[in-house]
Structures are given as C-alpha cells and as structure tokens.
C-alpha cells in the first residue's frame, strides 16, 4: 500500500481512508486496486469485525479522476472513453462487489462532496453517516453520460424511484445531509468535527455483533448479483460514452462552462 490509501486500526475495526485530498480523493485505477486489496485483506482477518470507509482533506470521493486516467498523451475522445469504460469494468466494477459482498459490516463516513462513482462507493456500504455540510450528487446528467457503478440499482434500493429519478435526471441536483437522511441515503446527521470519531463509535458497536448471523443477514438481505447489475448496465455507459453530448460534456467539464446538449 502506498499513502493514496491510509489504513489505521482501532481494536476490531479498520478505518481505510482515500487520501487524495487535493482531488478530493477522486478514484483512480491505483488508488481503486489498493482500496480493494485492503478490504480483502480486512474480509479474511478475524481479528477485524467492522470496516469504516472515509475520505481525507474535507471530502469522502469526488468520482473518477478524469484529469489522472487521460494523462497520458492526449487521446481521442474515442480512446478515452474506451479508456474509461475499460476503468471501470477493469478496477472500480470488482472494488464494488468487494464492498457489496463484504461479510463483516461496512459504514461510510462521509464529508464534504460524495459524487458520482465516490456516490456508488458509499451506497455500497451497509451504512452511512454525513456531516452536517456534506452532500450526496451524481453528476452524470451533467456530463452526458449514463448512471454507472449500479448507482441507480442502489438509489432505487434505498431511496425509492421518486428520489432517484431526481437524483438521476437534474444536472445540479445535490442532497445535503439532512436530507439524505430523510431520504433514506443516510443513517445519522453529525457535526462535521465528529463524523470520524462518530463513525468509528457505530462500527465498534457494529464488531460486538456477532460475525456469522451478521455474514449470512447480509448476504440474505442484499437480493440480486450485484456484479450482474453491473453487467447489465455496461451497454447503456457504452452507448452514452459514444455520443456527441458525452463530448460536449466532457468539453464543458474541462472548459468549466456549462454544456449545450443536442440528443446526440
């Protein structure tokens, strides 16, 4: 492990932290095979009952750093968004089920921006809590693309198809924690100093369960292969990556301005 992941171990439970904070720990393909080499290891440890998922510097994950996958050269759009695709189905998919099939109890703790494919990464988890500034987005509208990482099969999951449908479709749309909460994306609001120590409180009550009914409930509760929700969703990112308005998102992104999308 390098120091793009922190890990720290408090008794029975391991804190793992994304730590790229000047990105705001935005997902990259090294930074997802430590997070999933890390939780593997946690997945195989008896000595640890409970796993706490964090984010360094303010913020839980802004999504998949564009600027880090396309820094090499300068592609095509066509090659980068074969690129992308091939990110996500290569590293972030398989980092999604190692979460979604952890047997020992997984909350996120979540500051500051949770977006995008850092969103799938936190509804993965069993758990979550917010600090009172934090907010939830997914950023896909904006940018011409389609939902990925099963972030709609976890909205639908948890939130209903109300919520997700406006989470989905508005472009600037964000949830700040309190309603979050009350949507159903989050356990608890907490002040922004305690959403670490708060966190860690919840995942030791969490490891005095017991760890086979809590292995078992939630393989149980956890319905559908989640690497098939993936699956399924590929074509749909694949179709929307093709696209004339994927470019001009794109483009709007790095130009920082706001896109014009045309339904091509």
Known sequence: MNDVLLTSKHGSVITLTLNRPMRRNALTVELANDLRAALEHANGDPSVRAVV????????????????????????????????????????????????TMEKPTVAA??????????????????????????????????????????????????????????????????????????????????DAAVASDALTLAQELARGAPLPQAFLKKDLKGPDFAGVLAAEVASVAACLQSADAVEGAAAFFEKRAPVFKGV
């Open 53 to 100: 998922l964090t984010g360094s510097g303010g913020h839980f994950c802004s999504g998949l750093d564009l600027q880090a996958a396309l820094r090499d050269g300068n592609p095509s759009f066509a090659d980068a968004a074969r690129l992308v695709q091939e990110t996500l189905v290569r590293s972030l998919h398989p980092l999604l089920v190692r979460v979604w």
């Open 110 to 191: 979540l500051s500051g921006a949770t977006v995008g494919i850092g969103l799938s990464l936190a509804l993965t988890c069993d758990l979550r809590l917010m600090g009172e500034t934090a907010y939830l987005s997914t950023q896909f509208a904006a940018r011409g693309l389609f939902p990925d990482g099963g972030v709609l099969y976890q909205l639908e999951r948890l939130c209903g198809l109300g919520h997700t449908l406006e989470l989905a479709l508005r472009p600037e749309k964000r949830l700040v924690a309190l309603e979050a909460q009350a949507a159903g994306l989050s356990s608890r609001t907490v002040a």
